[in-house]
């Protein structure tokens, strides 16, 4: 089992909705959680980090973590057009990434 | 410069040949950290160093892949007698601290191996 797991999609949504995107990871000792998001043909870039159980917000961005099912996932809110991208989940250090969700929203 | 510089962006080789990536880390970063990304793919951790010392080079798929940073600034990927299945784009990554997740990465440099 791969250790950091993430449902490929494509994931389509219309714009303005909320997109949910989900990740569970093996290891039970992780300790720090991050969403890079990675436009077509460009590098990965960091959108939200979190490190605790529970809800962050940033923005439109919200990441939620629950290490008992060991589970972390990012909701964006009033998903815009240029929110069209593959979001990567990853974890600890050095960081172990996902394959990515590719995330489209649909104007 | 301002981000991490990594050259040559595009890289073809032939099966068989030698090849040799550069990194350009953003100044004072401590941590530098190289990724290979096959399309479609996640990026998958090769190695990572805090300044010039290279502390965790299991990802490195063989030993036909070496990595170095000598001075703590400049890194240099090297994979020799390049295979089809090393077709990818490889990625560099710097950030201030090791135990920051904050990784910055370059642009990538992708290798194709006819």
């Known amino acids: 089992q791969k250790e950091v797991e993430q449902n490929s999609g494509p994931l389509s949504v219309p714009e303005g909705a909320i997109a949910s995107l989900n990740c569970t990871y093996s290891d039970r000792g992780s300790q720090s959680f991050f969403w890079y998001r990675q436009y077509s043909g460009k590098s990965p870039e960091l959108i939200m980090f979190?490190?605790?159980?529970g809800d962050k917000e940033d923005g439109r961005f919200t990441a939620q973590l629950n290490k008992a099912s060991q589970y972390v996932s990012l909701l964006i809110r009033d998903s815009q057009p240029s929110d069209s991208a593959t979001y990567l989940c990853?974890?600890?250090?050095?960081?172990?990434f996902g394959k990515g969700t590719r995330l489209s929203v649909i104007a | 410069g301002a981000g991490v510089s990594q050259s040559p962006r595009y890289k073809v080789a032939k099966r068989g040949q030698d090849v040799a990536l550069r990194c350009d880390p953003i100044?004072?970063?401590?941590?530098l950290f190289w990724y290979q990304q096959a399309l479609g793919q996640g990026p998958e951790f090769l190695t990572y160093f805090q300044n010039e010392a290279q502390l965790d080079k299991s990802g490195l798929p063989s030993d036909r892949f070496f990595a170095e940073r000598p001075e703590g600034s400049v890194s240099t990927l090297k994979i020799q007698r390049t295979q089809q299945e090393d077709s990818a784009v490889y990625l560099c990554a710097s950030s201030l601290a090791h135990s920051a997740g904050e990784l910055f990465f370059g642009e990538g440099s992708r290798l194709t191996v006819l």
């Open positions: 100044s004072g970063h401590v941590s």
């Open positions: 990853a974890l600890n250090t050095p960081l172990v």
């Open positions: 979190i490190y605790s159980n």
